[in-house]
C-alpha cells in the first residue's frame, strides 16, 4: 500500500529533523520526507492518507529487553500477544530475552523464534541468546552459531554470570561478532531471598530487602572485565544511584559500556510496595527517590543511553498471592512511551531525546537498521498525540499480562497509529475515520 502521513510534527534525531511535514511510503518502505510546507506538491492520486495534524511522526520504537516467554510459557505471553502489545504501545522491533523453555541456547530456538514471528508477529523480533547453557552460568553456550541464526545480543538475563572467568570469555567473544554482551547486574550471594529493596520500608513490611550492592558490585565487576578484554558491555534495568556513577566514570574512560534503564525505576519508588502490592515486585527491585533522581540525571547527561521496557509478563496466579511467592516483573510494553513522555513534560529529556532513548539507540547499539525514517528504510513508523490522557486498565491490555503497579494512573501521551510490516495499527474506529480514508483492509484496530 502506498500511503502518505501528512502535516505532522516529524522527530527524526537520526537525521535532526524537527518539523512539520509529510511522509511518503511506498512498498513498505520509506520514499520521501517533505517538510517546510512542501506537502502540497506531491500527487497524490494513487496514495491512501492520513491526517496528522497536530499530531507528532516519530521512528518506530526499539524494545531492546523484552520477555515474549515462547516457547514455553504460552500461558504468559505468545509471540504474537507479545508483538500485538508492542504496536499499541508504539514499538515496532522486539529484543527478545533468552529465559524461556528450552532455553534460547541454541540455534534451534533462535530459528524457532525467528519462524514463529514472522508468520504470527505483528512487529519485528529479533531473538537474544543465552551466554551459557540453559543459563546455568556453568558453560558457554554456542555463541558463534546463535550469532550465524539471527541472535543479535547475548544474555543471561533474569540471572546474573557469576563466574567470572566465564563473563570474560563472553566478553572476548563479543569482539569477534562486534555484538553486546547484556549483563544482567545481580551478586546472588548479596540478593539471596530478597524480594524488594533493602531500607526502611522493607524493615516496616517485615520482607527481606535486596542491597542496592548486590547491583552495583556486579556493575564494578563487568566494567573491570570490559577494561580486560575491551569487549563491548550493555548494562540492563539499571536502578541504583551508585549504578549510575559507575557507568558514567566508564564512560569517561572511553570504555565500550552502554547502559539501559526502565521506566519503573524513574516513576516509583519503594513505597509502592505498601500493602504488599505485588504488581510492584521487580528485579532489580525498585529504589529510592534518590535513586531516581540520580537515573534521570543519567538519562539527561547521556550516562544511560537507553530506555527498555524489561516487560515481563505473568499469569495472574503467580501475581495474587503472598508477596513472598510472587513473580518479579511488570507488563510494561503498552505504558512505556506514556511514562517516557513524563520525562520531556518535565523537561528530562527533549522528544528528540526521549527517541533517541527509545528507538535510535537501542537500534545502534544492536546494529539494527531501525530507529530511524530515513529514505529506503523500512516504514515503522508511529503517529503519536502527546495530549491524549488515558486511564491505565490492565484488563484492557492486548498482552496477556496483567500485571501493572500503573493501575488506575491517568498517563498523557499515546500512539495512535502504528505503521509496521505494512500493516496500520489505530487506536480506535472513531480516530481512523476521522484521520484517514479506507485502507482496503489493511487497517487494524487495536
Not at 507528532?56 to 515474549?68: Q, S
Not at 547484556?182 to 524488594?196: C, P, R
Not at 547502559?259 to 525505576?265: I, N, Q, W
Not at 508511529?382 to 491490555?397: G, S, T, Y
Amino acid at each position: 500500500m502506498d500511503l502518505i502521513i501528512r502535516k505532522g510534527h516529524i522527530v527524526d534525531p537520526s537525521q535532526g529533523i524537527d518539523s512539520v511535514g509529510d511522509i511518503v511510503i511506498e512498498d513498505g518502505k520509506i520514499k520521501k520526507i517533505i517538510t517546510n510546507n512542501q506537502g502540497s506538491k506531491l500527487k497524490t492520486r494513487n496514495y491512501k492518507s492520513i491526517d496528522a495534524a497536530g499530531l507528532y511522526i516519530l521512528p518506530g520504537l526499539v524494545d531492546m529487553h523484552v520477555h515474549l516467554r515462547e516457547p514455553g510459557f504460552e500461558y504468559k505471553e505468545t509471540i504474537k500477544t507479545g508483538t500485538l502489545a508492542a504496536v499499541r504501545g508504539g514499538f515496532t522491533s522486539l529484543c527478545c530475552m533468552p529465559n524461556t523453555k528450552p532455553v534460547n541456547d541454541n540455534e534451534t530456538v533462535t530459528e524457532f523464534i525467528l519462524r514463529k514471528a514472522h508468520a504470527e508477529g505483528a512487529c519485528h523480533v529479533f531473538p537474544i541468546g543465552a551466554i551459557t547453557k540453559e543459563q546455568r552460568g556453568e558453560e558457554l553456550a554456542e555463541m558463534g552459531m546463535m550469532y550465524e541464526a539471527g541472535c543479535v545480543a547475548f544474555s543471561d538475563d533474569g540471572r546474573p554470570v557469576m563466574n567470572s572467568l566465564l563473563m570474560r570469555r563472553a566478553l572476548e567473544y563479543s569482539k569477534r561478532f562486534s555484538v553486546s554482551i547484556i549483563s544482567h547486574a545481580e551478586d546472588l550471594n548479596l540478593s539471596a531471598g530478597g524480594v524488594m529493596n533493602e531500607g526502611m520500608v522493607s524493615l516496616s513490611l517485615g520482607l527481606r530487602g535486596i542491597p542496592a550492592e548486590a547491583e552495583v558490585i556486579m556493575i564494578k565487576r563487568d566494567i573491570e572485565l570490559v577494561r580486560l578484554t575491551g569487549g563491548r558491555l550493555h548494562i540492563a534495568h539499571v536502578s541504583t544511584a551508585e549504578g549510575v556513577r559507575a557507568i558514567r566514570m566508564a564512560k569517561k574512560e572511553g570504555l565500550p559500556v552502554t547502559a539501559e534503564t526502565c521506566p519503573h525505576y524513574f516513576t516509583l519508588t519503594d513505597e509502592a510496595v505498601r500493602g504488599y502490592r505485588t504488581t510492584a515486585k521487580v528485579n532489580p527491585p525498585l529504589r529510592t527517590l534518590h535513586d531516581i533522581e540520580t537515573i534521570k540525571e543519567g538519562l539527561s547527561d547521556g550516562t544511560i543511553d537507553v530506555i527498555a521496557t524489561d516487560h515481563a509478563p505473568h499469569h495472574r496466579d503467580e501475581k495474587i498471592c503472598e508477596f513472598d511467592r510472587a513473580a518479579f516483573g511488570i507488563s510494561g510494553l503498552e505504558t512505556a512511551l506514556s511514562l517516557g513522555l513524563a520525562l520531556v513534560r518535565d523537561g528530562v529529556l527533549s522528544l528528540s531525546g526521549l527517541v533517541e532513548k527509545m528507538a535510535l539507540n537501542p537500534a545502534r547499539i544492536l546494529n539494527l537498521k531501525k530507529g530511524t525514517l530515513k529514505v529506503g528504510e523500512d516504514a515503522d513508523i508511529i503517529v503519536v498525540d502527546l495530549n491524549r490522557k488515558w486511564k491505565v486498565e490492565p484488563e484492557r491490555f492486548v498482552s496477556k499480562g496483567k500485571n501493572t503497579p500503573f493501575e488506575g494512573f491517568v498517563l498523557e501521551g499515546l500512539p495512535v497509529y502504528t505503521i509496521c510490516k505494512g500493516s496500520i495499527y489505530c487506536l480506535d474506529k472513531q480516530l481512523a475515520d476521522r484521520r484517514s480514508i479506507e485502507m482496503a483492509g489493511r487497517l487494524i484496530l487495536l
